[in-house]
Each structure stands twice: as structure tokens, then as C-alpha cells.
């Protein structure tokens, strides 16, 4: 167990090590996601009501792009010099490459939308005094889920050859559920949201574990 | 027996059952009455084809789960051209499911589209599923890559078909669609149009499954029945 942990730890490390010395993901991630709440800001942020309402559907269209192009990233690091190749041939489970995948991703995306979501509360007034942590931990929730199901379709679409954009398309039909719950639960609290939060993150990290390994190609 | 004229009856079969159904709809059920006024709900009779076509929109889509599951394992490319065969279909169906819900919609709250249909936005994202595994299916070079993606991408839009229902049902429902009780006949109607439209929906399946292994160069397989198979002439040459 420890032994696993380790793994995914190295993994992790080191994706956050690249990230870390070539700062080429996340700058352009993060600007991305603001880019993206102005834009839809200029539409509907002029109207108080509407804006306040929106918020949350707004912030998922920020994390939906910004996340796709951090999977696509992250993943397209393995790419050059034949280092899925080496990843490959390292004696380890093939979920564990996942699960460091995943852990990198998951830190990445934390890191934007602790960005993202301050921007977005901001500009459109959202009113969090009622459940500040209860959002944020809906927001964590939500990435977990969502950064589980781009990190398996990330690695099973750059072992394919594809034309870009791809990824989005796949990612964002299956992550409705995690957009419809989580904006339903910030917008009116209680009720089965946080259920069904909890129930997509379980099956698709269960299920991307077992899958994984049939999915690289180096 | 002739493979053609196994198929002609099973077609055959299929149409007169569709059109005895379609009979039945139209001459025989009663109309369902709105308990709020006591007048008919005419566009109820939508029910007799729209419940019959979305089971089988589910059908279709346990066909793709299972051919990706099948392949995923087996690695034979048979199980492969049934998940895409299934996801086609799925999609057939489901289209038609949205179509007459659309209708039902209008008729019902007088508008063509609504979020607050929990139903209806759930189809349409069971239909937005379905579509992009075609759309992927046919961007990925090299055939056993493309098993591959689809046979992942099946099983976990299957999985998601769950928890997309649940979610669906989360956005506020304000239309109460008017609580009808079916009347013993309206039952057996709507038993009997699972007959023609579950029978429509697999041969379309064997349909496009044949299509699929003859376009692969390939007629062997399991499940090609005998009715469905392609003629020996049109068979004999590819290999």
C-alpha cells in the first residue's frame, strides 16, 4: 500500500517538477479561465440578477476548457522523446500511472481554479456567506470527478492519432451530470447533488482504474 | 432455408405488426382524460410509440456497453462492429425519442423545448452521448485503435447514463406532467407496440452489425443470423 502510494507520489512529482521548471500549463491555463468568465461577463454581467444566477454554469465553462487543455498538457509531456515508452516499461501497475496522472491533473486544476473561482464570485457578485466551505468542498468534489474522467480519455486520445479538440468533445457530454449537481447544489443547497457528486467520482475513478491499462500505447 | 426469405418475413412480420399497432392506437384505445378539466388528452397517444422507442434507445445502448465490454476482452472484432452497431442505432432512437417528446412537449405546455422537463433533458443528453461516440468513432486512424477508444468510450458513457438521469431530475421540474392511469386497454396497446418497435430496433442492429463486418471484409461471426446474412454471391469473394 505504501509501496503504491510511493509510486504515485513519483509520478506526480514528477509532472509537477516539468510543470514547474517550464511554467508552460498553467500561465496559459489560468489566463484562459478568466478570459473565458470576461467574455461571458460582457454578456451577462452588466445584469446583477442574472449574473448572480449564472455564476455557477459561468465557472464551469472556465474549468471545462481550462481543464481539457491542462489534461491535454499534461499528457502531451509523455509525448516527446519516447517518455510514455519508458512510463510504460517502468514496472509499476498501469492504474498507478494513472492515479499519478490523475494526482498531477487534480493539483493542477486546484491551483486554476483557486484562480478561476475568486474571479468569478467577484465579477458576478455571487453571495457565499450562507456556505463558503460548503462551495468550496462542492468545487473540490466536482474536479475529482472531472479530472478522472479527462485524465483516461487524455491518455486514450493522444495514444490515438486525432485531430485536437477532440478531447473536449468527449469530456464535456460526460461530465454534465458533475455541471448539472454541482451548479444545482451551489444554487440551492440540500437535496441529492452532493449524492450524485460523490456517486460519479467513485464509479469513474473505479472504473478509469481497471480501464487504463488497455488504453496507452506508446 | 433462403437466407432472403427469412429476412423478407421478418421484415414483413415487423411492418404488419406496426401497422396493426398503429390500428389499434388509432380505432380502438380510448383517449386518456385529463383528471383536472375531463376533456381528452389527444397527443397522450404519442405515449403508445415514445415509451416503446426510449426502452429500446436503451436497448441499443446495453448492445454498444456489452460489444465494448466483448471486445475489450475478447479482442475479436465481431464484438466491435456490434458496439457500433448498437451506438447507431442508439442514436436512431433516440432521436426519435426527442422527436415525439418534442411534439409531446408542445402539445402538453405548448412549447417546443424545455430544461424543465427533467425527460426531455435527459434524453437530449443521452443523445448528445451517443452522437459524439460516432463522431470519435470516425476520427480515430487504425481500426483497433478505434475498437479500442469506442469500447472505452461505451463503457463509460454507459456508466454515465445513470447519473445523468439523477442529474437530469435535479433541475427544476415546473411542468407536472397530469397523473394518468392507464385503463386496461391502453395497457395492451402499449404492451403490443413493444412488438414491432423492439423488433424494428434489433433487426436495424443485425442491419448495421452485417453492414459492419461485410464493410471489414467480413461475414463470419456470431450473430449473423441466418435471415440477415448477405446473399452467397455478394459473400464468397470477400475474405
Not at chain 1, 94 to 123: C, D, E, H, Q, W
Not at chain 2, 85 to 98: D, E, F, M, R
Amino acid at each position: 500500500m505504501t509501496a503504491t502510494l510511493n509510486q504515485i507520489a513519483v509520478l506526480a512529482a514528477k509532472d509537477l517538477r516539468i510543470e514547474g521548471r517550464t511554467r508552460s500549463t498553467l500561465g496559459l491555463v489560468v489566463v484562459l479561465g478568466v478570459l473565458i468568465i470576461s467574455v461571458l461577463g460582457f454578456g451577462i454581467g452588466t445584469q446583477p440578477q442574472l449574473a448572480a444566477l449564472g455564476a455557477p454554469s459561468i465557472l464551469w465553462v472556465a474549468y471545462l476548457f481550462s481543464g481539457v487543455l491542462c489534461f491535454e498538457k499534461t499528457m502531451a509531456t509523455e509525448r516527446q522523446d519516447g517518455a510514455l515508452a519508458g512510463l510504460l516499461l517502468a514496472p509499476i501497475d498501469r492504474g498507478v500511472i494513472y492515479a499519478g496522472k490523475l494526482a498531477s491533473n487534480l493539483i493542477l486544476m486546484f491551483a486554476v481554479a483557486a484562480v478561476i473561482t475568486p474571479v468569478g464570485v467577484l465579477f458576478f457578485g455571487m453571495d457565499l456567506s450562507a456556505a463558503p466551505l460548503g462551495f468550496v468542498a462542492v468545487i473540490a468534489i466536482s474536479m475529482l470527478g472531472f479530472a478522472a474522467i479527462g485524465t483516461l480519455f487524455a491518455g486514450l486520445m493522444s495514444s490515438s492519432r486525432l485531430q485536437g479538440g477532440l478531447l473536449a468533445m468527449v469530456v464535456f457530454p460526460l461530465v454534465l451530470p458533475l455541471v448539472i449537481a454541482s451548479t444545482q447544489q451551489v444554487l440551492s443547497p440540500g437535496g441529492t447533488g452532493l449524492a450524485i457528486l460523490v456517486a460519479f467520482d467513485a464509479i469513474f475513478l473505479t472504473a478509469s482504474w481497471i480501464v487504463f491499462e488497455l488504453v496507452l500505447e506508446p | 432455408m433462403n437466407r432472403k426469405i427469412l429476412s423478407c418475413a421478418y421484415w414483413t412480420v415487423a411492418a404488419l405488426a406496426f401497422a396493426g399497432v398503429m390500428g389499434l392506437i388509432y380505432f380502438w384505445t380510448p383517449f386518456a382524460i385529463d383528471p383536472n378539466d375531463g376533456k381528452p388528452i389527444i397527443f397522450q397517444k404519442i405515449l403508445y410509440f415514445h415509451l416503446p422507442v426510449a426502452i429500446n434507445t436503451f436497448l441499443a445502448c446495453t448492445v454498444c456497453f456489452a460489444g465494448g465490454i466483448g471486445y475489450l476482452v475478447n479482442r475479436q472484432t465481431w464484438w466491435d462492429d456490434l458496439a457500433a452497431a448498437g451506438a447507431k442505432v442508439s442514436v436512431v432512437l433516440c432521436t426519435g425519442v426527442l422527436l415525439t417528446g418534442m411534439l409531446w412537449a408542445k402539445g402538453a405546455w405548448n412549447v417546443w423545448w424545455t430544461w424543465y422537463s427533467p425527460r426531455l433533458t435527459f434524453s437530449f443528453m443521452l443523445w448528445l452521448l451517443y452522437v459524439v461516440y460516432l463522431i470519435v468513432r470516425s476520427s480515430v486512424e487504425g481500426s483497433q485503435r478505434r475498437a479500442v477508444v469506442g469500447a472505452v468510450y461505451g463503457l463509460i458513457a454507459f456508466l454515465d447514463i445513470p447519473l445523468v438521469y439523477l442529474s437530469a431530475r435535479l433541475l427544476p421540474d415546473q411542468f407536472h406532467p397530469a397523473d394518468i392511469t392507464l385503463s386496461p386497454s391502453m395497457k395492451l396497446t402499449l404492451a403490443a407496440s413493444f412488438v414491432p418497435i423492439t423488433m424494428i430496433a434489433l433487426g436495424l442492429v443485425f442491419l448495421q452489425y452485417r453492414l459492419h463486418r461485410v464493410q471489414r471484409g467480413e461475414v463470419v461471426g456470431p450473430l449473423t443470423l441466418p435471415g440477415l446474412g448477405m446473399r452467397p454471391s455478394l459473400t464468397g469473394g470477400a475474405a
